[in-house]
């Protein structure tokens, strides 16, 4: 098993551009989420997913959407890319409901100028 | 809202000693809490989770506990070793169910030979 996967490893963006991450996961998980993480701050929770075809928002959603056609697969996307969004971005996944741990992707650095 | 707080500034230890991490929250009750620990460039990675009706949990050299009336959770290492360095993340589920989490800004851990 892959567990979670995660594509780009790297992009550089010029403001205003767009993008889709993708993240992908081979463990049947319902519920997928996406994160960022800035130093000196936790990972905050961008929006998540609890199964396939549903998608809702997370802390700080602003900026970006998500999309969930697939169980594997959960994608990021940033429309008109913005310096804030400078980043690394994780996806995770979870079994379902209960007390479970989640399952990190190795994550994308993103640097918008 | 609810907050976590974790010791910003990097903990040194020698080789042998135990490690201790300590991991505050305010304005909640949480059913359980979880520690992952992150290594440089790469996603966090689950090790323990502890429930609320719980004071005490080991998994080898590792050891939690959690004291619901002070708010805290402690995550000590013992006989620590330099590939222990790393940096340690607890995390809380967030009111709403999903299993979504707030995680710490997290302490960088450096045991020295």
């Known amino acids: 098993n892959a567990g979670v996967t995660q594509t780009p490893k790297f992009r550089v963006l010029k403001t205003g551009q767009s993008m889709t991450l993708l993240c992908a996961q081979d463990m049947n998980h319902e519920y997928m989420y996406w994160y960022r993480q800035d130093p000196g701050m936790g990972l905050r929770l961008i929006h998540y997913?609890?199964?396939?075809?549903?998608?809702a928002k997370g802390e700080v959603p602003d900026g970006y959407n998500v999309s969930r056609l697939k169980k594997q697969n959960f994608l990021l996307g940033l429309e008109s890319a913005a310096p804030s969004q400078t980043s690394v971005y994780f996806c995770?996944?979870?079994?379902?409901?209960?007390?479970?741990?989640?399952?990190f992707g190795p994550g994308t650095r993103l640097t918008v100028l | 809202s609810q907050k976590i707080e974790q010791n910003s500034e990097a903990l040194n230890i020698q080789e042998g000693k135990t490690a201790t991490l300590t991991c505050n929250y305010t304005n909640y009750s949480p059913a359980y809490l979880q520690w992952y620990r992150q290594d440089p460039g790469r996603g966090p990675v689950f090790l323990l989770l502890?429930?609320?009706?719980?004071k005490e949990k080991r998994k080898e050299r590792l050891k939690v506990t959690f004291d619901t009336t002070l708010k805290q959770s402690l995550f000590h290492i013992t006989a620590s070793q330099p590939a222990d360095s790393a940096t340690y993340l607890c995390?809380?589920?967030?009111?709403?169910?999903?299993?979504?989490?707030?995680f710490g800004a997290g302490t960088r851990l450096a045991v020295h030979p």
């Open positions: 502890i429930r609320e009706n719980e």
């Open positions: 995390a809380l589920p967030i009111s709403g169910g999903y299993n979504k989490l707030i």
């Open positions: 997913s609890v199964g396939e075809g549903t998608t």
């Open positions: 995770a996944s979870n079994r379902d409901d209960g007390f479970n741990e989640q399952f």
